[in-house]
């Protein structure tokens, strides 16, 4: 099992930026492929970045490509979503995913977390 914790979500302004973390425990961490999923209002749930066990490779939906950066500490168990020119459609709850298959994260990780609540004002 991995547990995931998620923390730094917030309120900020439109243009702003904001960095999640993601507290990973359990299983050997650099096992597994990380991401980040969200839950818009009223939506199901999407994809929004993806990174290998290595660091070596990410993958990112087209809504967040060049504003949002995923990375991740294999010393520190934590992988990181820094979101940069946040836009209102942004606001959701955002998601930790663990998966043993990197090219799975991005369908359907194995683990979630909890979620962190981030709301974008115009």
């Known amino acids: 099992q991995v547990q995931l914790v998620e923390s730094g979500g917030g309120l900020v302004q439109a243009g702003g930026s904001l960095r999640l973390s993601c507290a990973a425990s359990?299983?050997?961490?650099?096992?597994?492929?990380m991401g980040w999923f969200r839950q818009p209002p009223g939506k199901e749930r999407e994809f929004v970045a993806a990174i290998s066990w290595s660091g070596g490779s990410t993958y990112y939906a087209d809504s967040v490509k060049g504003r949002f950066t995923i990375s991740r500490d294999n010393a520190k168990n934590m992988v990181y979503l820094q979101m940069n020119s946040l836009k209102p459609e942004d606001t959701a709850v955002y998601y930790c995913?663990?998966?043993?298959?990197?090219?799975?994260?991005?369908?359907?990780?194995?683990?979630w977390g909890q979620g962190t609540q981030v709301t974008v004002s115009s």
């Open positions: 359990g299983r050997t961490f650099s096992d597994f492929a």
């Open positions: 995913v663990a998966g043993e298959v990197y090219a799975h994260v991005r369908r359907g990780p194995d683990y």
